[in-house]
């Protein structure tokens, strides 16, 4: 049996600790994705989705519990461990693109790549691959602002596997976009994740959606249940 890409196990979160407005948003929330799974998480706004992905992808810390990406513990990891393990392991994708408005789609995906340092030859036979994938390689030379907004998120979607992530994680990626651009965006992930074999969890409202993935979880009351 794989070695599961992503394990969380008893992860308690509360903010303004002992203050009158003190907020205990997660409470024991465990959960374990193998390679090549697509996770729904479900929620309503507040429950602690947003906050459970950020510890999942090591953007923050849990005050209990552990954090494993790829059998390795990162719960103890100092800021450079974490850092490098997050460019290196995770890619992120949230409702909003967040592409640099003054590079085009072919740079906003080779970008992070250099950053690890890859050639810049190699970079962008990768990111026209993965734009070409996803349907948007036409579209490459053209800067986010002459981009639709399924465009722009299937560029946000390249550039979170520009640089062969295990695990990705996405925070309502399609919630901005009409029903029919939010199908093809679903798909070209969907498509990505078969391709590659990484591990997605996908937090979202869109019932509808989280069908259409291979296993729903939600949050109750701080833990992670089966939907």
């Given at each position: ?124 036979a990768r990111a026209r691959r993965l734009l070409d994938s996803v349907g948007v390689a036409d579209r490459a030379d053209h800067r986010p602002a002459a981009l639709s907004g399924g465009e722009q998120q299937r560029v946000a979607f390249c550039r979170a596997l520009a640089n062969a992530p295990r695990l990705l994680l996405a925070d309502e990626p ?54």
């Amino acid at each position: 049996m794989s070695e599961p890409t992503l394990r969380l196990s008893g992860i308690a979160k509360t903010y303004n600790a002992g203050r009158e407005n003190e907020v205990q948003v997660l409470r024991g929330a465990s959960l374990t994705l193998p390679p090549g799974e697509v996770t729904a998480l479900v929620a309503p706004s507040g429950a602690g989705k947003s906050t459970l992905l950020h510890i999942a992808g090591l953007l923050d810390v849990p005050d209990a519990g552990r954090v494993e990406i790829g059998g390795q513990d990162m719960t103890g990891a100092g800021d450079r461990a974490r850092t490098r393990t997050r460019r290196r392991e995770v890619g992120f994708v949230y409702q909003f693109h967040h592409l640099l408005p003054e590079f085009s789609a072919l740079e906003n995906v080779v970008l992070p790549q250099l950053a690890e340092g890859m050639a810049k030859p190699e970079a962008e036979a990768r990111a026209r691959r993965l734009l070409d994938s996803v349907g948007v390689a036409d579209r490459a030379d053209h800067r986010p602002a002459a981009l639709s907004g399924g465009e722009q998120q299937r560029v946000a979607f390249c550039r979170a596997l520009a640089n062969a992530p295990r695990l990705l994680l996405a925070d309502e990626p399609t919630g901005n976009l009409d029903p029919a651009t939010s199908d093809r965006v679903f798909g070209a992930l969907m498509a990505l994740v078969r391709e590659t074999g990484l591990a997605a969890l996908i937090a979202t409202h869109n019932l509808e959606l989280a069908a259409r993935m291979d296993r729903r979880l939600r949050l109750d009351d701080g833990r992670v249940v089966p939907a």
